[in-house]
């Protein structure tokens, strides 16, 4: 990491282990690539005399809404062992802000998806499944849940947005506030690919009781009135 980033002056950190059913078989390369990850960009960064470091969030860490649209002061509710290193990488980035000035901006999108994106995501997962079947069948975890859905290429603004700004030690959310439920989502896409199906429950793709986010829906008001970053592709899934 210090040797990737000698002779910069700008850091965005997107690395990290995702997939949050993954996290309760092995909490520990969740803390050792998203806590211990995080640390050595931070202090490489440090030693290197970086003039602006933005670190990648996730909407996870805000845990099931006490309140919508979700702003930057709620509380962060770590209900899954991926959360809860997102939102330990989070503080970590903010101490160092703290104690040694390290210029570090945290930007916290709400769910992307765009081309490309691998199937440890929702989307991708439901076009594979449905253009796979036989039998027309696909197999999910809970459908009851409401996210918000945020296309690439709002998600690649923001970060461009976002270094222009000199504002450190900052958290930024950025999404478009439409939320949906799995099972819309679902047979939104199947009726865009003009396909009739049916939905099985996945124990394999249940979360653990407790670990379940029921709804995330973002307010995103500071970063647009800080950079005039707005979403082009608002509720725009198909």
Same mark, same amino acid.
């Given at each position: ?50 003039? !602006? ?47 040694? !000035? ?17 199937? #440890? ?24 849940? !409401? ?19 000199? =504002? ?31 939905? !099985? =429950? ?21 970063? =647009? ?10 509720? #725009?899934?198909?």
């Amino acid at each position: 990491v210090n040797k990737a980033i000698k002779g910069h002056d700008t850091v965005i950190h997107l690395a990290a282990l995702i997939g949050i059913p993954y996290s309760y078989f092995s909490p520990l390369a969740y803390v050792k690539t998203n806590i211990e990850g995080t640390y050595n960009v931070l202090e490489s960064s440090k030693n290197n005399g970086i003039r !602006k470091l933005v670190i990648t969030s996730t909407s996870e860490v805000y845990g099931s809404a006490d309140y919508i649209p979700i702003d930057e002061e709620h509380v962060l509710k770590p209900q899954s062992p991926y959360s809860a290193s997102k939102i330990a990488a989070d503080n970590l980035a903010i101490s160092y802000y703290n104690s040694f !000035k390290l210029p570090v901006i945290i930007l916290r999108p709400f769910n992307t998806f765009g081309p490309r994106q691998s199937e #440890r995501a929702i989307i991708p997962t439901i076009i594979n499944q449905i253009l796979r079947s036989k039998d027309n069948l696909i197999y999910l975890g809970n459908l009851h849940p !409401k996210r918000e859905f945020n296309f690439v290429e709002d998600i690649c603004d923001s970060f461009l947005k976002i270094l222009k700004i000199k =504002k450190f030690g900052e958290t930024f959310n950025v999404g478009n506030s439409y939320e949906i439920s799995i099972r819309e989502l679902v047979f939104l896409i199947s009726k865009i690919m003009n396909k009739q199906i049916k939905i !099985k =429950k996945s124990n394999l793709r249940v979360r653990k009781k407790g670990s379940e986010v029921d709804l995330l829906k973002s307010n995103s008001q500071k970063i =647009k009135k800080l950079t005039g970053w707005k979403p082009n592709y608002k509720g #725009r899934i198909g």
